[in-house]
């Protein structure tokens, strides 16, 4: 074949004398490639010597190539544009035999020859039209047969003797096959063959892997929603199938839709059903199994027996009073020592005296500014206000006008000491129309004035300025010598609150996170009580001395016993938003606690005298009635120091009694 | 400081797992047969407990089994059938490739094979051990024996699958320990209590399968083939149980009344057989001719107390059974062309029924349409051209129904072309607190004797919602008081901050009306101080205990949600009901 090629090929470049010659490729519809040739040419050889190349490369210059002097050959002048073309094709009856030649950029006409050869190798015959593809074949053997042999070589003995070895195998055969030993194959058995297995059944003989074995569990029956005709309430609403459909296919609660079918003939076929089966499957032999214990509680039983609240009172149990007249928030409130009496600042720059069993407004005195704290004197009737940077010491003037006048003459009677000392805050006595609403001293701090406390004697009183940065935020002063000092010598934290030890000469720090304990006779640190909470807002000493409890905004209330250890002794999650107010009853085991959910929640807290027993918390009550606004509820709470009331005062400018 | 210094990882629980990769390399087995291995052994994979000291410290997700597991593996006889087919396939590989077909056939006829009945007896040491893991097995059976034979399996296991699943059906017909039937969208569950062991099965409906293309069909091929071998062993130890010839053989009365008609339609007389043994027409012969069934009495012990009354509650127990049992006894069904043949069949025939069909539909009917002492006909189309008086044309979902109701429900509901009373699951079992749909109510009370009431019910109902909003507007009362007390103080509060000066005054509260009021008042009172001391005893809990008690109510409120949804749900869909019936008897009008 490659012969016969070369030799069309050599035909081709005879019949060409434009030197075209095309190259055929086998099994491929036959393309043309227009080359130049390498035959001569008589003059002017144009041949192009870039070879194969793109001819795109040479689309930006004026030339197409070099000849083989290396002259650039260059591109006609005009080339044919789109509407050249076009007209080319309507008018010119050659133009189906015109082919481009892009190396000269030239149209060549085709012969009738070149165009036959075309046709010829289109049509997948070979390009000589003289070639024969079917000459007959010339054989090299005859077919005939010869009756002479080939060669002259006798027959071998063996070809015609039987051969004595094979006539022993066989015969050995034989012999197997009468004996017996060799047996015609069976015909392999497809069915399986049942037997009863168990038969036998012997305990001993099971493995001791079964009993660590856990079977598989089997597959949830059905329930009605299953149902080809569920009653109506099991079908989805059109709003649950869509949401069925948005869900994943493992957050779905069913794995199916469930549906209708009026009659058994309706129902199609399940498209899941191989699906569930594969499922089943993979459960099978690819699921950890495990044997979890389901512990069945009655949730009864989870509640802690306490006993009832009903065995436990006294304790304050409704609302009785409501104590209307202030215009803003009611920040602090306090109970004179008889109980007859109650104070209250509010922000509306007004501290009101009220009668506590009639509910009736004594009195109302103007200060100049928001009321952060009252306290009344634990001793005699002098009251105690703080307002917004200063202290002002109020005689209410109330009851017995043996105690009011008594009041007065302890202060009159202060004689000043014969070299004044440097002090923090200035005392000043108050005269005129402020001496007739009761104004008695003033102590002008430099920063604002948070809260105050007395001291039980009634002599002392504390007030706290909070300021991160200073160490000047805790004052103790001492009214019948008009005499101030500074305790602390360094800034510990934020100060939150401070209190007086009931009988010991202990005082309570409580800062951001922690409560600190000091003495004041040996001037130390006793004791750092860690509250575990963030924020504390509020503390409240027993009467006894020896329990704590402090609320915090995080709504915890801790419990501590101070003799127990230094972290609570119980942590009450009670109140559903941040702590403001909290507080013991003198006499009662009764504590309290008020929050910004606008409840007050009573707790009965008993402490015992046996110091191995631990205190007795029961919640008994809680007490709702102030209106939540601002987000606050509950900002203060105190108890009658007498009965077993409680005080409270919300954000929703009232204060109420709860008996 | 003396000593070797401890490794990590060379003891505790780091030794007793392996992951799937290394346990397979420890076989020398491919993935494949290392699945299949563990398919046929029922080895599954174990969770660690610390999952990171397992993964020697790292937390990839890997699949773990117990070491002791696959040391079991490996004395398996299978793992070396494995190899050697392994071997077989290469060997045939290359005689293909040399096209020595001689050779070829050869290796043919000696294919490897295995036999799975010492895995069988390893795995269920006891026959009801068998028993009671072969839920699957049915259920695997029944949707391979309906696949078309071609494609996806070979076409030995599907006539096999098909052969067992006769069998099993035919067992279940002579025993009569089918109990519960149910017709879900899947397919139709059924539940059969054998040797005490209940057993429930999920038969597809009779359709052609659309082959899933995610699906492995070579896990579910081993599986079929642990299935079958399964099967067919406890399919052999239950006819015997019952003295009947295994391989199942028709009673010779039936064969020969059978013969005669059917000779010439099957090719292979085998094929035949089985067809007619599918019919479930006849009943099977026995190796001891006995009596068709023997009352098994109860033996009365002398007890006292409590286990009299447990033998009592047996007593009954049985009986019902035994009732159960001949719930269609005595009556002639005939089977429309057009009703689920073999499931009805089955489940008649179960229940003592005689069946027939149409000779076109199936081999095997006794009777014709024609019979005149056919009482009921099943028929599943809207209407019927010819009609025999003498007997019910009822839709198919009376007999599951009936069935499950364990009693021959009135078939007035289940006439031909009425509306179909809902089909209720068997299988739920109500506690209280979860909602019971309206139908399981009547159906109890059907039980228990009670005629059913009709129609009289919609009065009752209305008057019911007259009383409910009585006892609504009451509480409206109460708390009208009190924000009437709350109003007052308001509007004081209000006058206040305005600057009025207001007399100074304590206005009298009222006391509310269940302080001093009547016994009813007291009841309530009690109450509410009962949940006030349960709240504050909830306030005391450990926190550990309090999310327990939170997560237990959490799940009960769930619940009871959900049943007053679908109560709402209801409600709701029985007032636009009886809305329709008014609009269609006004249009009448």
């Known amino acids: 074949m490659e012969e016969k090629d070369d030799e069309g090929e050599s035909v081709c470049r005879l ?320 109970a004179s020592p008889t109980g007859q009496w109650l104070v209250s600042g509010s922000d509306d720059c007004t501290v009101r005296f009220w009668e506590v069993n009639t509910g009736r407004c004594m009195k109302t005195l103007e200060v100049g500014g928001a009321v952060k704290s009252v306290a009344w004197n634990p001793n005699p009737a002098v009251c105690l206000v703080a307002v917004e940077s200063t202290v002002l010491l109020l005689n209410p ?194 504590f309290a606690s008020g929050a910004d959910d606008g409840s007050v929640i009573i707790c009965h807290g008993m402490v015992y005298n046996d110091l191995l027993q631990n205190p007795l918390i029961v919640p008994v009550k809680v007490l709702k009635g102030h209106q939540i606004t601002h987000d606050l509820g509950v900002l203060d709470v105190t108890f009658h120091p007498t009965q077993p009331w409680v005080f409270s005062s919300g954000a929703d400018a009232t204060i109420r009694l709860f008996t | 400081m003396g000593g070797l210094q401890k490794k990590k990882y060379e003891r505790g629980s780091a030794t007793n797992y392996i992951t799937r990769n290394k346990a397979r390399k420890k076989l ?151 109990r519960k039937v149910f017709l879900s969208i899947k397919g139709i569950y059924y539940q059969a209590e054998v040797l005490g062991q209940l057993i429930t099965w999920l038969v597809p409906y009779q359709f052609a399968h659309d082959h899933p293309t995610d699906v492995d069909y070579r896990v579910m091929a081993t599986f079929t083939e642990m299935y079958t071998t399964l099967f067919g062993f406890i399919n052999f130890r ?21 013969k005669a008609e059917h000779e010439e339609d099957y090719a292979m007389d085998s094929e035949s057989y089985l067809e007619k043994l599918s019919a479930l027409s006849a009943s099977l012969a026995r190796v001891v001719a006995t009596a068709e069934e023997e009352e098994n009495q109860l033996d009365l012990f002398p007890t006292e107390g409590e286990d009299q009354e447990n033998m009592q509650a047996r007593e009954k127990e049985q009986k019902e059974q035994e009732a159960q049992k001949r719930l269609f006894e005595g009556l002639k069904f005939f089977l429309n062309r057009e009703v689920p043949r073999e499931s009805l069949a089955f489940i008649l025939r179960c229940f003592g029924a005689e069946v027939s069909w149409d000779k076109s539909l199936c081999i095997g009917g006794t009777y014709e349409v024609t019979d005149e002492t056919i009482t009921h006909q099943i028929v599943d189309r809207p209407d019927m051209d010819k009609q025999y008086i003498n007997r019910y044309y009822i839709q ?45 109510l009547k159906l109890m009370a059907l039980q228990r004797g009670e005629k059913p009431v009709q129609e009289d019910d919609e009065e009752e109902e209305e008057e019911d919602d007259e009383e409910e909003e009585e006892e609504d507007e009451e509480e409206d009362d109460v708390d009208d008081e009190e924000l009437t007390e709350e109003k007052n103080l308001k509007k004081m509060e209000g006058t206040r901050a305005q600057g009025k000066t207001l007399a100074v005054k304590v206005t009298p509260g009222k006391v509310k009306p269940w302080e001093t009021g009547s016994v009813g008042n007291k009841v309530r009172l009690e109450q509410e101080e009962k949940a006030e001391e349960k709240r504050l005893a909830i306030m005391m809990m450990k926190k550990k205990e309090k999310y327990l008690y939170d997560k237990i109510m959490f799940g009960k409120k769930r619940t009871t949600r959900e049943v007053n949804k679908l109560t709402a749900k209801r409600k709701a869909h029985e007032d636009a009901s009886k809305a329709q019936k008014k609009q269609k008897k006004a249009k009448k009008q």
Not at chain 1, 42 to 58: A, F, K, Q, S
Not at chain 1, 464 to 474: I, K, T
Not at chain 2, 42 to 67: C, D, M, Q, W
Not at chain 2, 133 to 161: E, N, P, W, Y
């Open chain 2, 28 to 178: 020398q087995l491919s993935l494949a047969d290392f699945r299949r291995l563990c398919i046929l052994k029922g080895i599954y994979p174990h969770e660690p407990k610390h999952k990171k000291k397992v993964n020697k410290g790292s937390t990839a997700p890997r699949t773990f089994y117990l070491f002791k597991d696959i040391r079991f593996l490996l004395h398996e006889p299978i793992v070396r059938k494995f190899r050697e087919y392994k071997v077989f396939v290469r060997k045939l590989r290359k005689a293909y490739g040399k096209a020595e077909w001689t050779g070829v056939e050869r290796l043919r006829d000696n294919k490897p094979g295995y036999k799975l009945d010492h895995i069988i007896k390893e795995r269920y040491p006891t026959f009801i051990d068998a028993l009671r893991d072969i839920d699957d097995a049915l259920s695997m059976c029944f949707l391979f024996s309906t696949f078309a034979r071609t494609g996806k399996c070979h076409v030995q296991t599907i006539t096999l699958c098909r052969r067992l699943t006769v069998e099993w059906m035919n067992y279940v017909v002579t025993s009569r320990s089918l």
């Open chain 2, 396 to 440: 198919p979902q009376w007999v599951f129904d009936s069935v499950n109701a364990q009693m021959r429900l009135p078939v007035e509901d289940y006439f031909l072309g009425t509306t179909l009373p809902p089909h209720l699951s068997p299988f739920v079992e109500e506690k209280d607190g979860d909602y019971v749909p309206p139908e399981k």
């Open chain 1, 15 to 334: 019949v060409q004398p434009e030197g075209l010659f095309m190259r055929v490729k086998k099994n491929s519809i036959p393309r043309v490639q227009i080359s130049t040739p390498y035959s001569t040419r008589p003059e002017g050889d144009i041949r192009n010597t870039v070879g194969n190349i793109p001819m795109e490369w040479y689309q930006d210059y004026p030339h197409i190539g070099y000849n083989l002097d290396g002259k650039k050959i260059f591109k006609p002048i005009r080339n044919k544009d789109e509407l050249d073309e076009f007209l080319d094709k309507m008018e010119n009856p050659d133009y189906w035999r015109t082919v481009h030649d892009k190396t000269t950029a030239s149209d060549i006409r085709l012969s009738d020859e070149q165009v036959d050869l075309v046709h010829r190798l289109q049509k997948g015959q070979f390009g000589d039209v003289n070639f024969n593809e079917y000459e007959p074949s010339v054989d090299f053997f005859t077919n005939e047969v010869m009756i002479h042999p080939v060669t002259n070589r006798p027959q071998d003995k063996r070809s015609f003797i039987p051969s004595l070895i094979e006539k022993e195998k066989v015969s050995k055969l034989v012999h197997a096959i009468k004996m017996g030993w060799i047996k015609p194959r069976k015909p392999k058995e497809t069915t399986p063959q049942y037997y009863d297995l168990w038969a036998k059944e012997d305990p001993n003989a099971i493995l001791g892997r079964h009993k660590m074995h856990v079977p598989a569990p089997k597959m949830r029956l059905p329930g009605h929603e299953e149902s080809y005709n569920p009653p109506p309430e099991y079908l989805l609403t059109e709003e649950e199938r869509m949401a069925w459909e948005q869900q994943d296919a493992e957050d779905r609660k069913l794995p199916f839709l469930p549906q209708k079918h009026s009659c058994l003939r309706a129902v199609p076929a399940f498209s899941r059903f191989i699906h569930e089966r594969f499922e089943r499957c993979l459960d099978l032999y690819l699921c950890p199994r495990q044997r979890k214990m389901r512990v069945n509680v009655n949730p009864e039983d989870l509640i802690p027996k306490l006993p009832k609240p009903k065995d436990l009172q006294p304790f304050p149990t409704t609302m009785s009073l409501v104590y209307i007249g202030h215009s803003s928030l009611v920040r602090s409130i306090s």
């Open chain 1, 397 to 590: 003037g109330l009851g017995d006008r043996l105690v009011v006048s008594s009041t007065d003459q302890l202060i009159t009677s202060y004689e000043p000491p014969e070299e004044d000392k440097e002090q923090a805050v200035t005392w000043a006595l108050s005269e005129g129309p402020e001496h007739d609403n009761g104004h008695r001293l003033t102590l002008t701090h430099p920063k604002a004035v948070k809260q105050v406390v007395w001291h039980g004697k009634g002599d002392y009183l504390a007030s706290v300025m909070p300021d991160n940065s200073s160490n000047l935020q805790v004052l103790i002063h001492q009214v019948s010598k008009r005499r101030t000092q500074n305790p602390f010598r360094k800034n510990k934290g934020l100060v939150q609150c401070v209190s007086f030890h009931p009988l010991r000469p202990y005082f309570f720090v409580a800062t951001q996170r922690y409560v600190r304990v000091y003495n004041l006779i040996k001037q130390e640190l006793t004791k750092k009580l860690m509250t575990n909470c963030k924020w504390i807002s509020s503390m409240a000493i027993h009467p006894g001395g020896d329990n704590l409890i402090c609320g915090s905004y995080d709504c915890r209330l801790a419990w501590f016993d101070l003799d127990l250890s230094t972290k609570p002794y119980k942590m009450l999650r009670h109140h559903k938003k941040a702590l403001r107010g909290v507080a013991y009853h003198k006499h009662y085991p009764l």
């Open chain 2, 238 to 258: 239950l006819y015997q149980t019952l003295n009947l010839v295994y391989p199942p053989k028709l009673d010779s009365k039936a064969e020969s009344e059978l």
